[in-house]
């Protein structure tokens, strides 16, 4: 990707928090706004999901389509707010479970089956490191739903908002930056990758669930 592409990326997911945050604070009941808070998402799921041929995750995004679409016929919903707590909860803690699923006993961590298909010599080291970072991938997710909920219920509103919309992609990136770091600290010996191998490796190791009925 050129350079000026990622920068076009960023600037609109930038704008895009701060977009989402206004929205949340001003305006969180408002029928548009719930459409523009939710739908991106569900929208981004379901074109996923579709490329994949993951049948039950289409059927539960059309579910939550309908849902929505109900929600701002009747132009909107008393706690409106708690959909959006619970919008934030719901995707770390499925993100939490895809890493923590992995870790069971026999199976291949998740960050384990990447870096597999990353590196041509995978040593037992690196299979260690990786079983370790899947682990903590997933404590990492648990982390921000505390968080968030500790916000939610103790602070204002706004700085609920600020969590999500502004903390929670710039916690992940530096999360994915100090990791970087700290691998090649510790394991000097790894084999350099890229993000866009490794981004690469992650879409062609997403298994079908079968056909999309059309």
Sequence with gaps: MHAWRVVAVVAALVA???????????????????AA?????????????????QRWTLAACLALVLLLAAIVWRGGIDGINRMYVLQHAGIHLMLGWTFFSTLRPGGTPLITALAQRLHQRFTAEMRAYTRWLTGLW??????????????YLLAPW?????????????AAVLFFVAEHVLRYVRHPEFERV?????????????????????
Excluded: D, I, K
Excluded at 37 to 53: D, E, I, M, N, T
Excluded at 158 to 170: E, G, H, K, Q
């Design 16 to 34: 895009y928090a701060l977009l989402s945050h206004q929205l949340m604070v001003h305006h969180a009941q408002a029928p548009w706004a719930v």
């Design 194 to 214: 890229s993000m866009r191998a490794a981004f690469r490796a992650y879409q062609e190791g997403a298994a079908p669930e079968g056909p999309v009925p059309r």
């Design 138 to 151: 997933a404590a990492y997710c648990v982390a921000m739903v505390a968080v968030s909920v500790v916000l």
């Design 158 to 170: 706004a700085w609920w908002s600020v969590f999500c919309n502004l903390l929670t992609p710039l």
């Design 37 to 53: 808070l939710f739908g991106p998402l569900l929208g981004g799921v379901s074109l996923v999901a579709w490329q994949r041929r």
